[in-house]
């Protein structure tokens, strides 16, 4: 099993920045892939960026350029950095991690960008 504790949401300006964390309960690096997902009202939770176990990233369009998803193997904390922050990303933010044999899930941090 894996418990997922994510942080740093909240509300922005637009052109702003945000810094989201994702703590894992076990070594990230036994994880298949773990990945930030969000969700708006009326709206399909997307894919927003995944890091693989060997490093490797992969970003949706909207947010190529914009977001960055890193980690820190030593505190098992995945992250995802995004700038130049627009309206349409208003969303929650769910930290999501694949072991090849299960799927979880944190609970998700709201993410505002109004002025």
Not at 62 to 87: C, E, H
Request: glycine letters at 12%.
């Amino acid at each position: 099993q894996v418990q997922l504790v994510e942080s740093g949401g909240g509300l922005v300006q637009p052109g702003g920045s945000l810094r989201l964390s994702c703590a894992a309960s076990r070594n990230i690096l036994t994880i298949k892939t773990m990945g930030w997902y969000r969700q708006s009202p009326g709206k399909q939770r997307e894919l927003v960026a995944v890091i693989t176990s060997l490093g490797t990233t992969n970003y949706a369009d909207s947010v190529k350029g914009r977001f960055t998803i890193s980690r820190d193997i030593a505190k098992n904390t995945v992250y995802l950095q995004m700038n130049r922050l627009n309206p349409e990303d208003t969303a929650v933010y769910h930290c999501n991690a694949e072991t090849g044999v299960s799927g979880y899930w944190g609970q998700g941090t709201q993410v505002t960008v109004s002025s």
